[in-house]
């Protein structure tokens, strides 16, 4: 495992900044207790914790960010806003952070590409609510 | 008495069996749901983005033309609806700079500042008309039936727009025991059932649906009581494939919170729509005699 | 001005440890002290825990001897099931009205036989076990009670609640007249018609040892309220050799054994968002003295706390937790979402940041580690005093770091738990300071001038 390396500059990151201003959360105030990856519903599916995922944010680790599929499988449900014991909203934290990429127009749903058969017996309300997340 | 009623999509089609369920029981109750002119799409999901506002115009142009009819209240019944409208509303109503800037984009005659209030039918219920009217109108009483109630996300969260106690709600209980039917705890009942991740993790919503719902049999309920499209679906489609893969697996009937009502006022079927319910629940239904 | 000679006697307010020690100290350097505590016997939180942490004394063991102390002192005077209603007057000559509750006993005839607890019909939940067992209406709180001479709670008195419904004339059942007591006491020392009474004293200085509570289970919602989840003190009424179960750590619903234990640190402390911000202090110590305790009971059980951080500043306290880890402690880094009840188990979701994992655990009993909050009463009797606290009820020093004790009025000094959190040497040392304090007051004779002065043009 390689050595990471931290420096003022790599904190000062753009990235830092604008997960901040999009979520509206300071992401500092998150000292680590986990009570939000405890009670994730979608936490048994994800490779890295939630609460690693923001502790990467403080580090300004995008890139390991961007490796996990921890974000794409968040289901804004909003347990850990509920729980967490700074006030932190972490699931706008993690909507910030889909935002970066699908901002650059990188959708993470492609509709078009969706096999008929696949969404068939969909409701609508999937359908709309899934593509308002994962679309730019 | 009229309330002015905001459907949604999914009511309107794959849901109907909420919505005409939902219409007779309040008829029954002394109330019209009035259904909204010209309603949009409510913009769901509710945009989790500070600068993101292009997402509530949906909502906000819904809540504008709930004022310009004379409203100041409307009601929704799906729980995605409710939660998009109530949180758009109290942007309108507490952010300032956003309420400049989208009245400013939608550049409307009257300018929207959160004059109208957006409840849930289960709020109405129980604020509004209370559980003695209600017992009062049931003619069937559904004695003996344990009904696990499942509240997923939408209805409780964030705090802001919960229409109960987060962690531990009643209001859907207490559905159950004005109609005569025993409520049964369990632990997930206010655990996300996944939500749109079905559309492209199916699987995983496949692993939440079993875990609710084993949770709910596990803790002595026969029939499960739901408040929202979305987790009707996902409860619902997960069943077949849950019981190839776990042998143990045991479907749960499902029903939506009026369609139980109506069958303990003693309406007919007709406005049930049980059709649009899981095979499962109509096999129960027959087996209860509950299918009149 | 007039100087007048102050009273040569001080107040105690809280029979706990930290009072305790501030009235031993005034009072052995020959002044006179008055202590009041509202409760029936002196002795206060510290007498309820199993043993203390690092050493594991016996606390009823290092108390009682304090506690015997106070009663055969010379110099002070010792109230108990009393509370100070109002305060007037200044330093040097506070006049203080205290509310001697009426005991219904007659503590001059009573020697403390017991007869008539033992035969006493009535039951409520007891204080001193925390809820774990119920108490007779009549009752000493603890075998080592100071005065070991009963009070009638007239809340649960049978006696009282036949009068009450005599003298309100209602229709339907009347309920027994009982007075067992009264008939087993062999020196007639019942006492029906003794009422509360005020004391009025005047005192030079006043110090405030009121104490803590914990924070109701109930206030963190997604932990389950249920019998095998209990708080701290709960679990040292089980570990307890003196304590309901005999020091074998039986769970409360069932009476068996539990072989996995949860602790959970910080349910309510260090949470902004839903109970208190700051740190309790003395948990991550006790929660790890419980584990080691239990572990010394249930030599094959498992014991997991779930922290955030450790807190272990005090004397020997990291070698403590080291020692507790050694024992067979597993630690998990992580706060837990939810605790509810499955079946013959608890069930723990949490999480271990530390290996990147979400842990569940099927305990057989939850320990809980509930926020310390300023006693109930406290911001009553600190109202009453005229004295400043802080957002959340501790009383307020006049300066942080140089006056901790100094309150917003002069002559009124506090110590222990009822200024912030903290461990027992810290309280008893504060009990002393005050003392100390107060020592200085008295020996002055005269108040001293605040430095500041108003000049009118």
Known sequence: MARIELSSAKLKKDFIKKIAEISGQNIYECYQCGKCSAGCPMCFAMDILPSQVIRLAQLGLEDEIKASKTIWLCASCLTCDARCPKGVDLSRVMEAMRLLTLRKSKNHLEPSQMARPEVADLPQIALVSSFRKFTG | ????????????????????????????????????????????????????????????????????????????????????LHRANLVMKDQSDNRFGINSFMDEEKPYNGEVSVAHLLQVLRDDIGWEKIAARVTRPVNGIKIAVYYGCTLLRPQSAAVDNPENPVVLQNVVKACGATPVDFPFATECCGSFQVVSNREFVNERAYEITNSARKNGAELMLVSCPLCEFNLRQAQGKLKDKYPDFQAMPLLYFTQLMALAFGLSAGVNRFDLNSPETQVWLSQKQLMV | ???????????????????????????????????????????????????????????????????????????????????????????????????????????????????????????????????????????????????????????????????????????????????????????????????????????????????????????????????????????????SPGGPTAGVVKRPSDGKIPQEVVFISCCGSRDPEHGVPYCSRVCCMYLAKQAVLYKHAVPDGQVYIFYIDIRSTGKGYEQFIQRGI????????????????????????????????????????????????????NGTLFSRLGIATDTHGFVQGNHHKFAPLETSVPGIFVAGMAQGPKDIPDAVAQGSAAAGKVLALMARNEPSLQPSVGILS
């Open chain 2, 1 to 84: 008495m009229e309330l002015s009623y905001y459907p949604g999509c999914t009511v309107k089609t794959r849901a109907r069996n909420f919505e005409e369920s939902a219409i007779a029981v309040m008829q029954t109750l002394g109330v019209t749901l009035a259904e909204l002119p010209r309603w949009n799409c409510c913009g769901t999901v509710y945009s989790l983005a500070d600068d993101d506002l292009i997402h509530h115009v949906a909502g906000v142009r819904n809540l504008m033309q709930v004022r310009n009819q004379g409203h100041s209240k409307i009601v929704t019944l799906c729980a995605f609806c409710y939660n998009t």
């Open chain 3, 326 to 377: 050694g024992e067979g402690t597993i630690y998990l880094r992580g706060k837990v979402s939810r605790v509810y009840r499955e079946g013959e188990k608890i069930k723990v979701v949490g999480a271990d940041t530390l290996s990147g994992q979400r842990v569940e655990i099927a305990a057989d009993m939850v320990v809980l580690a509930m926020a310390v909050l300023p006693a109930q009463g």
């Open chain 3, 1 to 239: 001005m007039e100087k007048s000679a102050f009273t040569q006697k001080a107040l105690v307010i809280g029979g706990g440890i930290a009072g305790i020690q501030a009235a031993l100290d005034i009072a052995d350097t020959g002044y006179r002290v008055l202590l009041v505590e509202r409760t029936p016997s002196i002795g206060g939180h510290m007498l309820q825990y199993a043993e203390v942490f690092p050493t594991l004394d016996c606390p009823q063991c290092i108390m009682t001897p304090k506690m015997v102390e106070v009663s055969q002192h010379p110099n002070i005077t010792l109230l108990t099931y009393a509370e100070v209603k109002s305060i007037h007057g200044s330093t040097g000559h506070f006049r203080v009205e205290i509310l001697q509750k009426s005991r219904k006993v007659d503590h001059t005839k009573c020697t403390g036989c017991g007869a008539c607890w033992q035969k006493c019909p009535g039951r409520t939940a007891s204080e001193y076990n925390a809820g774990v067992t119920e108490r007779t209406a009549i009752y000493i709180p603890f075998p080592q009670a100071v005065p070991a001479k009963p009070v009638i709670d007239l809340q649960h008195c049978r006696y009282i609640h036949y009068r009450e419904f005599i003298e309100s004339k209602q229709d339907g059942k009347k309920p027994p007249e009982c007075r067992i007591c009264e008939r087993v006491c062999p020196v007639g020392a019942i006492d029906w018609d003794q009422t509360d009474t005020i004391i009025t004293e005047e005192v030079a200085a006043i110090v405030v040892a009121t104490g803590f509570d914990l924070m109701e289970i109930g206030n963190i919602t997604e932990y389950a309220i249920d019998p095998d989840v209990v708080n701290g003190i709960q679990f040292e009424r089980l570990l």
